[in-house]
Every structure is written in C-alpha cells, then in structure tokens.
C-alpha cells in the first residue's frame, strides 16, 4: 500500500506482510466518515479485494475515545432525497459488499465511541474487538433517519432481534459489556494498548493458517446468513471442500499432522 491517504493510515504488517491495518485517522472529527474519507476507504478495500498477499484486515480509529462516530452530519444538510440516495448506494453499500464479500478475514478494532455509521462499519466485519470504555448505538433515529448502511439488517444478526428493535428504535447507546455479553462484541480489553497486542497475536495466528481453506471458510459462512435452503448450503460445502481437498496446503497440513510437526501453508 504506497499510496497516502488524507484520512486514512495504511500500514502492512506481520508474517510477510500478509496483515493490513487501516486507521481511519480524523481523530479532532471524532473519525466521521466524511466523503473525503468514505471514498479513500472505498479505494483501499476495491485495492485489496483481489490482492491474496493480504490475508487479515484490521480496521481502528485513531486515537484513545473514539473509534468512528458516523457520518458527517454537516454534509446531510447539502444532501436532498435523490442525492442521499445515491450517496448510500455508491459508497456506503459499496463498503459493506467489498467488507462482506472479500474471502479475507476482516476485524474491527473499537476504540471508544461506536456510533451510527461507525457501528454499521464494525458490522460488516468478521470479528469486532473493542476495550472496555467503548460504546456502541444506532442512533440515526434521533436525526430523523434510519441506519443507511446496513443496519437495521446487520444488527439483528449480530444480537437477540428485541434487543436490536430496541437499539434502533430508541436510538439507545449501550456500553462494551453489555454489547460483549449479547454477542456483538467478541472480546473485550482493559485499554487500547492491550487490545492491539492482542489482535496482533490473533492476526499472526490466522497468517498462520492456510489462505485457501480461510477463503472458502468465509464464503461459506456469508452464504449461509443469506441463503435459506439447507440443500443448497450443503452443496456450497461440499463444492468447496473438493475445491480443497486437491490442494497443496491440504496435503501439507495431514502429513504434518501425522508427522507431528508444524504445518508449513504456501497458499496452494
């Protein structure tokens, strides 16, 4: 990733560069996703949707109090209905199919405040870390609006439907141990600091792994939260399991296993 963004920090890291960390970086905005940095996130993921040497993505704010507020409630007044409209499509939907779709694990690192669009951006993601201060809410409803991006059909899928009518309904704010213990939250951490020593460990951990069989683990799972019959999922599975099983890593991962030792995957 040599190109500077105005909005965002790119930064590869771990087992050969196979980690992505992307910062949006607008911390005296509280890291609201304004045009500016919607359409630079849209550049990054379109970038590295195909790119297998990136095998992680790790998505954060700057700074220690908030992770992303939402989006920039100054541009909604230059926005009329066909407009706003557009804008959802052409970015906002944009990011969520790109997040959704790309067969690479993708984590949401939460720092704070996790509001509106910034609940929606965590959403899309496979795993959502956060520490203990955060906060998270849908809380379009006080402006007049419903989540655009995804989450009146995100949230529910990610805790008990009531407690997503509530959330969206009330436009209610809840704190990281509540989100942690309805499930929309998978880990929390004491500060910042230890929660990225964390997701790095967790980040060499799935480089570790082999990038075909993640790929297919990903597909599988998003095709089993939008399609509704068995049969079909079952042929989904099935289909990329043969897929795999004439692969290199595959191989490698059973002799390994039988000769005790560590794997060594090559993505093949």
Known sequence: MAKAYEKLVCERRGADSGGLWITLNNEKMRNSLDDTMQTELLDVLKTIAFDHTIRCV???????????????????????????????????????????????????????????????????????YATENSTFGLVEINLGLLPGWG?????????????????????????????????????????????????????????????????????IVNASLSCASPDALRAIERGNIMWLWSSEDLREGVTAFVEKRKPRFMGR
């Open 58 to 128: 790790v998505i954060t704010g700057a700074g220690e109090k908030t992770f992303c507020s939402g989006g920039d409630i100054n541009g909604f007044l230059k926005m009329d209905y066909l407009s706003g409209y557009d804008n959802i499509i052409q970015k906002g939907n944009a990011i969520q199919q790109l997040l959704w779709s790309m067969e690479k694990p993708v984590i949401a690192a939460v720092n704070g405040h996790c509001l509106a669009g910034g609940l929606e951006l965590a959403l899309m993601c496979d795993f959502v």
């Open 151 to 219: 989450g009146t059909v995100g949230l529910p899928r990610a805790v008990p439907v009531r407690r997503a009518r509530e959330m969206i309904y009330r436009g209610e704010i809840i704190r990281a141990e509540e989100a942690h213990k309805w499930g929309l939250v998978n880990r929390l951490f004491p500060s910042r600091e230890e929660m990225m020593r964390q997701i790095e460990k967790v980040v060499d951990e799935i480089l570790s792994k082999p990038a075909m069989a993640l790929r297919a683990a990903k597909a």
